[in-house]
């Protein structure tokens, strides 16, 4: 279904359709019986609720979803879920609030980070292959435990800094030899998914974790010269590169970097400060949007990512 800004009341004008629209969407995905794992249903249309066919066990078309323990109608939620899925940016809950029309600033707040926790949900189930650029990103946060006068003093940029979090940045970049005429100004490496970790420290030990869990291990990594880095050779196909003095390193690792200055962009110019707890969070926003650069409805893909109940989709 299409759900463009201005068809969105005309498909969703109450929360019955909502709900219709919910439970096709589930049984499209594949629902499975949490007691007996049969994967037949009865739809009880006067409880709005599914039946299964084996055991009679019956759940909610909420069940296995954020929307779960929610008091809010599925309509105020599939209205959260199309600002937030409704452009390749995004919106602030305060805009978000103001169209919904909900007073309440903190369950819209709440409403988006849920969503964006599903987002990052659904984007650790693939595993980066291939060919990869791999860096670090330094994001201004807000640490209400840091007083004023310790930040005043302290003035160090980058992995130093203690007002900045520390962010591992991967993503596929795959050679291409022929490159077509019209993309001869972009660079000479085909663009594919992207991870970004909010990571406590970047020590060799912490990187290499986070790789295992993140990358298969028939990948080719690339990264500069970065003493963190120096043992991700007992994991993975490594590239060193001394970027040291190098005036175009942008070339080297077009994508890394583009991703971590376009994600800075959009959270500078959004939000006034990030609290040091949700980078994580508007991080897993940016990547999953990233990654599903292509798909014309997004709508979809953010609300089979609400449901939990099914991973595998």
Not at 85 to 112: C, D, H, M, P
Not at 168 to 182: A, T
Not at 247 to 273: Q, R
Request: hydrophobic share 35%; proline share 2%.
């Amino acid at each position: 279904m299409d759900v463009l800004l201005l068809d969105f009341y005309k498909n969703f004008p109450n929360e019955e359709s909502c709900v219709d629209y919910l439970k096709a969407l589930r049984i499209k995905s594949g629902l499975i019986c949490r007691k007996c794992g049969h994967t037949d249903f009865y739809w009880k249309k006067d409880r709005f609720m599914f039946e299964c066919k084996k055991c009679r066990i019956r759940f909610s078309v909420r069940k296995g979803t954020i929307f779960e323990n929610s008091k809010m109608p599925l309509l105020f939620w599939f209205k959260v879920i199309h600002f937030i899925s409704a452009t390749k940016k995004t919106f602030s809950a305060t805009e978000v609030q103001r169209q919904v029309g909900i007073k309440n600033y903190e369950t819209i707040w709440e409403v988006l980070h849920k969503t964006r926790w599903a987002m990052g949900e659904r984007d650790k189930l693939y595993q980066l292959d291939s060919f990869l650029e791999l860096d670090e990103g330094f994001y201004k946060v807000v640490d209400l435990g840091i007083s004023k006068e310790i930040l005043k003093e302290e003035q160090k940029r980058g992995r130093g800094s203690l007002n900045q979090l520390k962010v591992l940045v991967l993503i596929e970049s795959e050679p291409v030899e022929v490159q077509d005429e019209r993309y001869k100004h972009k660079p000479k490496r085909k663009c594919g998914h992207l991870k970004m970790i909010v990571m406590n420290d970047l020590k060799s030990a912490s990187i290499n974790n986070s790789l295992e869990t993140t990358v298969k291990k028939n990948a080719q990594i690339t990264t500069d010269k970065y003493r963190g880095y120096s043992k991700v050779k007992e994991l993975y196909l490594h590239q060193e590169i001394n970027t040291t003095g190098m005036k175009e390193v942008h070339k080297t690792f077009p994508w890394v970097h583009s991703a971590i200055g376009n994600s800075k962009k959009i959270l500078n110019g959004l939000h006034h400060s990030i609290g040091k707890e949700y980078l994580q969070s508007y991080l897993n926003e940016f990547c999953y949007k990233f990654n599903r650069r292509y798909f014309v409805n997004l709508f979809d893909r953010v609300l089979i990512a609400c449901i939990l109940d099914n991973k595998n989709n």
